[in-house]
């Protein structure tokens, strides 16, 4: 069972920056068809917040765009997300997701909480 593991999230203020990395629990041998970062807020679904396919496609929310730049090593089935220029609006747990086709994600990080003081 591939399992991803997330790291750096952490508290930071308003115009701050931080970055998230995630990575498999070992080598599966194969490529993620798209990798991306998800987001929770309370009281709140899950959003999409980017997305970046094997061929290089990147996918961000609107509130993100400009701010946010996602990155991914296929060969390693890593992404990672700079976030920049934060707001009090990006507090949330932030997940990583994984998919093979375009039908859903596969597999999910456990989470890392982001909190933006304003």
């Known amino acids: 069972q591939v399992q991803l593991v997330e790291s750096g999230g952490g508290l930071v203020q308003a115009g701050g920056s931080l970055r998230l990395s995630c990575t498999a629990s070992?080598?599966?041998?194969?490529?993620?068809?798209?990798m991306g970062w998800f987001r929770q807020a309370p009281g709140k679904q899950r959003e999409l917040v980017a997305s970046?396919?094997?061929?290089?496609?990147?996918t961000y929310a609107d509130s993100v765009k400009g701010r946010f730049a996602i990155s991914r090593d296929n060969a390693k089935n890593t992404v990672s997300l700079q976030m920049n220029t934060l707001k009090p609006e990006d507090t949330a747990v932030y997940y990583c997701?994984?998919?093979?086709?375009?039908?859903?994600?596969?597999?999910w990080g456990q989470g890392t909480q982001v909190t933006v003081s304003s």
């Open positions: 997701g994984a998919w093979m086709t375009g039908k859903g994600v596969d597999y």
């Open positions: 070992r080598r599966t041998g194969f490529s993620f068809t798209g």
């Open positions: 970046a396919t094997t061929a290089g496609t990147t």
